[in-house]
Structures are given as structure tokens and as C-alpha cells.
Nanobody, 123 residues
């Protein structure tokens, strides 16, 4: 089965940076769409960024555009989310996910998910 194992996360002061990693294993060769989602307490899960690694095309939520960068290492089958200039409103549990394709920011399109990691940004 597909497994997505996340690492990174933690606590940082506003303006700081963190990098999240998502290592995939199993039959992932057709899972071209790799996304990052986050969920804050009392809120719905929202798409943050995604990459279609075959083409290298990326997508970002308006709230993180210019601050976050998503990338993918094909050889390692690892997706990264570099988060710079973090803000308190970025505080959430972050999840990576993999999909065959479709709308990047729709959680229902993803069937394989990482375990999640907490990102806390203090002011």
C-alpha cells in the first residue's frame, strides 16, 4: 500500500521558516499530484499547495503565495513544503497527500495521506 511519512514541523516565531517533508513509498508511480493541506481547530481542511511533478507545475493558495514553495524529488519520491515568513494564521496541522489527478485543492481527490504534523507560529 501507499505510505506517506511526514517529517518537519514544530514551533517558530512569526517571520521564521520551516520545511516539511513527505516521503512516499509503495505503488506511487501514477500519483502525479502531490498536495499539502492544513487544518486549524474548528476549521475545514484547506489546500495550501500542490505540485504535478511530471510537469513541475505548482499551485498555491492565495494566502501563502510568495511565502511557500512546494517541490518534489523524483529520485527520493519526496515532496517538500518550504514555508518562509510564517504568520500566526499559518498555525495548523499540515498534511501531505497524493492523488491520480484532478482539482488540486479538493481533499476528496486524494486517497493517500500522511500522518500530519503540527506547525505552530507565535507572534
Amino acid at each position: 500500500q501507499v505510505q506517506l511519512v511526514q517529517s518537519g514541523g514544530g514551533s517558530v516565531q512569526a517571520g521564521g521558516s520551516l520545511r516539511l517533508s513527505c516521503k512516499a513509498s509503495g505503488p506511487t508511480s501514477k500519483l502525479y499530484l502531490r498536495g499539502w493541506f492544513r487544518q486549524a481547530p474548528g476549521k475545514e481542511r484547506e489546500g495550501v499547495a500542490a505540485i504535478r511533478y511530471g510537469s513541475g507545475s505548482t499551485e498555491y493558495a492565495d494566502s501563502v503565495k510568495g511565502r511557500f514553495t512546494v517541490s518534489h524529488d523524483i529520485a527520493e519520491d519526496t515532496t517538500f513544503l518550504q514555508m518562509n515568513n510564517l504568520k500566526p494564521e499559518d498555525t495548523a496541522i499540515y498534511y501531505c497527500a497524493a492523488s491520480l489527478g484532478g482539482p488540486w485543492n479538493q481533499a476528496r481527490m486524494y486517497f493517500d495521506w500522511g500522518q500530519g504534523t503540527q506547525v505552530t507560529v507565535s507572534s
